[in-house]
């Protein structure tokens, strides 16, 4: 069982930068990929990004895709996602989430769930 644990959400104005964290504990962090996902109110979650275990790999969602940038240090078991150039419509909870291998992880199957961060863009 992984436990995860994320940090770094707030609000932050249109075009502004955050940086998310997610800290992972439980299992050997290098032998599971690691995404994030985010659901904005109203709506389901969606798929935002995944790195693999060697943090070489990554893989976007269109949306975020130029702006977003996901990253890995295993030595410290966590991964992150710096946000650039944010936009009201980014506004939403944001998980970071295990899995088992990253294609399967892009299409929503999920091992671990963090509790999710909420990260507010204003206009």
């Known amino acids: 069982q992984v436990e995860l644990v994320e940090s770094g959400g707030g609000l932050v104005q249109a075009g502004g930068s955050l940086r998310l964290s997610c800290s992972a504990s439980?299992?050997?962090?290098?032998?599971?990929?690691m995404g994030w996902f985010r659901q904005a109110p109203g709506k389901e979650r969606e798929f935002v990004a995944v790195?693999?275990?060697?943090?070489?790999?990554?893989r976007y969602a269109d949306s975020v895709k130029g702006r977003f940038t996901i990253s890995r240090e295993n030595d410290a078991d966590t991964v992150h996602l710096r946000m650039n150039s944010l936009k009201p419509e980014d506004t939403a909870v944001y998980y970071c989430a295990s899995g088992v291998n990253s294609d399967s992880l892009s299409r929503g199957l999920v091992v671990s769930w963090g509790q999710g961060t909420q990260v507010t863009v204003a206009s």
């Open positions: 439980g299992r050997t962090f290098t032998s599971y990929p």
């Open positions: 790195v693999d275990w060697s943090g070489r790999n990554t």
